[in-house]
DNA sequence: GCCAACGTTGGC
DNA sequence: GCCAACGTTGGC
């Protein structure tokens, strides 16, 4: 299993949009750079774990865990031509932008600040790309350490984590 | 294929 | 709003 880190701007879409989503799952859409399409295309798999980080925001770090459920396929907002993302140059035949699905799997509740990340920038995390100056990849890979030492950051995360299951199945029984 | 200009990103 | 970083574009 491999574990990323997923950038979004919580203004445009956060971690409250996805728990309100359908099945706390949202298509990843709008990735309009060739780096960061060939990770979700080629190396995305079913399973995975990604870290759901806010960004260009007041409090910009870690907001979330999200799972990867479905692997990559044509992002149709590339063929819709009202959409911001929409891309002349694609074809169905030979799709250029791909999305995958992500699932919301528990809040990280506080946010894991940037500045929290930043004083292990020297230490644990001296290889991140996030913590890297004028970095822009939207999507980075992390390895297995990494990904520890941020979870390591909110040991609470268990009985977060119950208390977070009850509350989806109250607000999945109110819809039924 | 070089490279300057330009646009975008994202922290601060 | 500033500015550094970096990807993309387009003229040559």
Redesign the pocket.
């Known amino acids: 299993m491999q574990y990323w880190l997923m950038?979004s701007?919580p203004d445009v879409f956060g971690i409250d949009a996805l728990a309100r989503a359908p099945r706390r799952t949202t298509g990843w859409e709008g990735v309009r750079?060739?780096q960061a399409r060939n990770m979700l295309r080629d190396d995305f798999r079913k399973g995975d774990r990604a870290f759901f980080y806010h960004?260009?925001c007041e409090v910009?770090g870690v907001a979330g865990v999200v799972k990867v459920v479905r692997e990559a396929y044509p992002d149709p907002t590339q063929f819709d031509a009202k959409s911001e993302y929409y891309d002349a140059g694609s074809t169905r035949e030979a799709p250029r932008w791909f999305s995958v699905d992500v699932q919301l799997e528990r809040r990280i509740e506080p946010v894991i600040t940037?500045?929290e990340l930043r004083e292990h920038e020297t230490s644990a995390l001296r290889e991140m790309l996030v913590l890297?100056?004028?970095?822009?990849l939207?999507v980075t890979p992390l390895t297995a350490a990494e990904w520890r030492c941020i979870v390591a950051l909110r040991p609470s995360v268990a009985s977060s984590r119950a208390a977070q299951s009850t509350a989806g199945l109250r607000t999945r029984s109110k819809k039924s």
């Open positions: 950038k701007e750079n060739y960004s260009s910009p940037l500045l890297k100056r004028g970095n822009r939207s």
